[in-house]
């Protein structure tokens, strides 16, 4: 063999030998891995992760150890697999995620590395000297359903530790528009202990800062409370998928196809705002920045489908400032809260209802 000539894989050294037939190439099918990865990397992902074969990260699960199945992934062009593979691979995920339970199999996150970035988290609001308070879900809350993902769904999860976090940018962003439409606040539903929040062009440029400065308030991402979080499976239906897909006018022979995608609900969420200096302008705003954001989370809710009933929140029952008036409004919490549910019904705070009961409740109210 020459300088210049190189055995090809699956060759001896003889130039010209033909290769063996255990290492010739399998069929394409038998390359369709668990994952979707080359074979050798795959079957070195499963071996590393033991008799489990689930990563204990949820954020890599979501984004890199997707299973085959789970993408509808197939050599065959005209087959179509069914969405069940999808929908109890996630409920799985949701199933494994709950504090309360252990499972022998499946995904099982890592309590004590959630517990000790929540307490770190802590450590550095705590040295900001910023203001706290706990809020819980009302019933479910989706942040990020339409983030950049392979599966068309997402969850906003924490980058190194994915625990389910909202992130500063959005409890911003929700906080200065509510104070933008607002702007006259009642802090009390009392009439004797009524105090109102005046909110002028000035307090939005100071308080949110503009192109040119910084806003006097920092928002720090909120965290589950102590690194506790429950996931639950839901599930939206498109009825005219063609509509969206192939251009298609809706119509009703159009085959929906149910779409299930990861929520989280029952769960504390832990809040924190700081003052960007010592100044007593700055602590002052951080305070007036932290009513707000309590009413805006009550009022408008956070993240997708507040129409639906996602994504508001109330005092924390275990929270030192349970007492604290701007939670006590229970005000505008989209068209649907208006509505006074019969008995029988919906109830917006239920822990165990599903989006189908609140279908009921629309139709029979």
Known sequence: ??????????????????????????????????YLLPQEAARLVQQ?????????????????????????LS???????????????????????????????????????????????????????????????????????????????????????????????????LTRSYAEQERKISLSNEPENSKELYITEDDLKRIFGTLDQAGSVIFFDAMPLNGKAQLELDVMTPHYPDYYQKNRPPSNDQQPVPIAFLTVAKTTFTFAIAPRSSSSSDQADAQKARDLLELALADYGIGGKTSAGYGYFHQAAKSPAANNAPFQRRGRRGPWRKRKPKPGNWQPSAPNSSSVKIARSYSKS
């Not at 992760?49 to 204990?56: N, Q, T």
């Not at 499946?106 to 706290?132: I, K, M």
């Open 1 to 34: 063999m020459s300088g210049n000539e190189h055995p090809q894989p699956g060759q001896g050294s003889t130039r010209g030998s033909q290769p063996s037939s255990e290492n010739q190439r399998s069929p394409a099918k038998s390359y369709l891995s668990s």
């Open 48 to 72: 590393k992760l033991g008799a489990s074969k689930v990563c204990p990260n949820l954020g890599l699960q979501l984004h890199r150890y997707i299973p085959s199945a789970v993408l509808q």
């Open 75 to 173: 050599l065959d062009p005209d087959s179509k697999a069914s969405p069940a593979a999808r929908q109890q691979w996630l409920r799985d995920l949701a199933q494994g995620y709950r504090p309360d339970q252990t499972l022998a199999q499946g995904y099982q996150p890592d309590q004590a590395l959630a517990a000790g970035a929540y307490q770190r988290w802590q450590a550095l609001t705590q040295t900001l000297n910023a203001l706290h308070f706990e809020a819980e879900i009302d019933w479910r809350m989706v942040v990020g359903l339409g983030g950049n993902s392979v599966l068309e769904t997402d969850l906003t999860l924490h980058r190194n530790y994915s625990l389910p976090i909202i992130p500063g940018s959005a409890l911003k962003g």
